[in-house]
């Protein structure tokens, strides 16, 4: 979003904060002044009107001041309170908006099942060292007994697991944790209730699974909100974006739109803890065409294709950086730094200092440079005969990157800095054409390619079977 800049002359501004005293010269500002002087000022007539109203019907003035008193006690008389409700969309939660079920504290967490019990997660985070862990068992309120107890079992048992993880319980409708669950690998969990003082942590043995999942979601007025009530919500709502980046604008969504997912979930101990793969997306707007997602791997073939085994992976992108703002775009401008109008032959992007750079194709690296007076730190890549890309003024290069190197679409070329002739942070991308500048965001760029002839049987079958599978998806209510 760019700035507004207002310019205010500030002569003007002093004008009109002052008054002029008429036959003393002086400037003073307009404020009211209070007589000292018991002789109040003639009313003007108006004002002996009004005046004379109250004060020959006193009944008046007192009628009103009653009833005034009435009204603000039946405002603000205090009421009993009755149950929190909040409206769900009945489209995708035909059960819980017919109930109108008071809010629960945890509509937003993850449920998990402990040993037959159902609990809430409070608090779910890699392991941290013993006096990180003390702030939070103790911002928790967790007793000195019990913080103690398992603070010297994890430094015996856990302590050198890099993967080691912690779970914080809590019962439903309440936020004080009653379980400390330690996962020091995946197949192993040790309970330690946090009610019982004295008890011992139960270490149980954990069952690892991968199940098919699937969920349809309708689109409300808070756009993503059905989808975050479920398990790994937030996992799926990320990768659905990134997978459909290239057909759906995901910022001109609308209330009504439908999707439909089927995906691989990591289930322990019946909790799914993980997102593995999606399989395939049925995006379905209110106006629009529908897009299709399909899962398909085949020897070095891997990726999303859409129906007609179209790769969904864009072949070139248009921005180096990500949610990065154009500062300053493509063709004639004022430059900044040289004070009149020149071709700019890139386009700037805005973006913090240490902002990752991404490469936006697959390419061979041609040259990384320092060059003080004007472009900075730059790499130059090479995409196939006919393109060839610049990062300007980066702060500093990823490691790894140098001349003649191979780097994929999306790998980490630098970082956002202010070298060379910039005015600010921001990254410079150029955009050539068989050695002629382009407009990076309005230019045609190359398309996928479809599917080989040799690999399009494979797909047809397996994307047949998802299309069947995603027809069957019916409106499923919230867990």
């Known amino acids: 979003m760019s700035s507004k800049k207002f310019h205010i002359n500030p002569e003007e501004g002093k004008e009109k904060s002052k008054i002029r005293i008429k036959g003393t010269g002086a400037e003073q500002s307009p404020i009211k002044i209070r007589s000292k002087s018991n002789k109040s000022a003639p009313l003007s007539p108006r004002q002996q009107a009004g005046r004379g109203l109250f004060f020959r019907k006193p009944w008046l003035a007192g009628g009103l001041a009653i009833g005034l008193i009435v009204l603000l006690a039946v405002i603000f008389w205090p009421r009993e309170a009755g149950p929190s409700v909040v409206e769900v969309n009945p489209e995708t939660t035909p059960e819980k908006s017919s109930s109108n079920q008071p809010v629960s504290i945890h509509q937003m967490q993850d449920a998990y099942v402990l040993q037959g019990d159902l609990f809430f997660v409070v ?236 490469a936006v194709a697959d390419g061979t690296i041609l040259q990384v440079l320092y060059d003080p007076h004007l472009n900075g730190r730059f790499v130059k890549m090479k995409h196939g005969p006919d393109y060839v890309t610049f990062y300007l003024h980066m702060q500093r290069f990823h490691p790894g990157i140098r001349p003649n190197a191979f780097v994929r679409q999306g790998d980490t070329l630098g970082y956002v800095g202010n070298t060379g002739r910039s005015t600010g942070p921001h990254v410079c991308f150029h955009l050539r054409y068989q050695g002629k500048p382009i407009d990076s965001q309005t230019a045609p760029l190359p398309q996928p390619q479809p599917l080989s002839d040799k690999y399009l049987p494979a797909f047809r079958l397996r994307r047949d079977s998802l299309q069947v599978q995603l027809s069957q998806i019916r409106r499923l209510s919230l867990p």
Request: avoid cysteine; charged fraction near 25%; aromatic fraction near 12%.
């Open 123 to 358: 608090q779910n985070a890699p392991l941290p060292p013993a006096d990180q862990l003390v702030s939070v068992l103790s911002s928790f309120e967790v007793p000195q007994e019990r913080q103690q107890y398992i603070l010297s079992y994890v430094s015996l048992q856990a302590n050198q697991e890099a993967q080691a993880r912690y779970v914080l319980l809590a019962r439903a409708d309440s936020k004080k944790p009653v379980r400390f669950v330690l996962e020091p690998t995946e197949f192993i969990q040790t309970v330690f209730d946090l009610e019982q003082a004295g008890s011992d942590g139960v270490t149980l043995p954990r069952t690892l699974t991968f199940e098919t999942q699937v969920l349809y979601g309708l689109i409300d007025q808070e756009i993503w909100d059905p989808l975050l009530n479920y398990p790994m919500g937030n996992r799926l709502m990320k990768e659905l974006e990134e997978i459909l980046i290239s057909k759906v604008n995901f910022y001109r969504v609308k209330p009504g739109d439908q999707y439909k997912l089927i995906y691989k979930a990591k289930v322990i101990d019946g909790n799914i803890r993980d997102v593995s793969a999606i399989e395939a997306i049925h995006f379905k707007p209110q106006q629009g065409p529908e897009v299709f997602a399909f899962s398909f791997q085949e020897g070095a073939i891997k990726g999303y294709f859409d129906e007609e085994g179209r790769t969904l992976k864009q072949t070139f992108w248009r921005a180096p950086v990500k949610f990065a703002q154009v500062s300053s775009q493509f063709g004639m401008r004022y430059h900044p730094t040289e004070e009149e109008q020149i071709f700019h032959r890139g386009v700037d992007f805005a973006a913090r200092m240490g902002t990752p750079i991404y």
